[in-house]
């Protein structure tokens, strides 16, 4: 491996600083494959286009979530409000560290679905898989449409949860 550049170097951390600056959700992605679910936190999560409705996140192509999804073609994008922020930091640990996160966790089947849906989540979007790109970086990137969706907490966009709410970051 060659050594960066005092240019490299300088380029690298811009392109940190701003990939910092972008403001992401927390999100809690559920997926189920036959009668093996999995619960992870996520922010790499975005609308991508209006008609259809399509979502795309990314996926470490080692987790648990990623096997559900590659084989049930489906998953559910959880969204929480800010006071919910101790119900979905529950699912922030590996499976390997927590093997049965929905021990502790109240969930509905969703209506098309049937993938789990959390309780307390403010809303839900239910979606199947259109498309992947291995992004090269132990990442995929899932395009999914939505087919389902419900809103169970009204509230404003402001009182989305998101990582600066956790104080955490996950970016750059």
């Known amino acids: 491996m060659t050594e960066k550049t005092e240019e490299q170097i300088a380029l690298d951390k811009d392109i940190t600083g701003a990939l910092n600056m972008i403001p992401y959700g927390f999100y809690a992605l559920t997926s189920r494959a036959d009668d093996d679910r999995n619960v992870m936190v996520l922010n790499w999560f975005s609308q991508v286009s209006f ?4 979502i795309a996140i990314g996926l470490q192509k080692i987790s648990t979530t990623y096997g ?3 084989k049930s073609k489906q998953f559910v994008v ?5 006071q919910e922020m101790d119900v979905i930091k529950q699912f922030s640990k590996s499976r390997a560290k927590n093997p049965d996160k929905f021990k502790s966790a109240n969930w509905q089947p969703a209506p098309v679905t049937g993938v789990p849906v959390l309780d307390e989540a403010a809303a839900y979007l239910e979606c199947e898989v259109v498309g ?4 090269g970086s132990g990442h995929s990137l899932i395009l999914a449409k939505v087919v389902g969706a419900g ?4 509230h ?4 989305t949860l998101t990582l600066l709410d956790v104080g955490w ?3 750059g």
Do not use: G, W
């Not at 959880?78 to 800010?82: C, G, P, Q, V, Y």
């Not at 404003?156 to 009182?159: L, P, Q, S, Y």
């Open 51 to 54: 008609e259809p409705q399509h």
């Open 68 to 70: 559900l999804v590659q």
């Open 78 to 82: 959880n969204i929480f409000n800010k």
């Open 132 to 135: 992947e790109l291995d992004t």
């Open 151 to 154: 809103v169970r907490a009204k």
């Open 156 to 159: 404003e966009r402001e009182e």
């Open 169 to 171: 970051s996950y970016s």
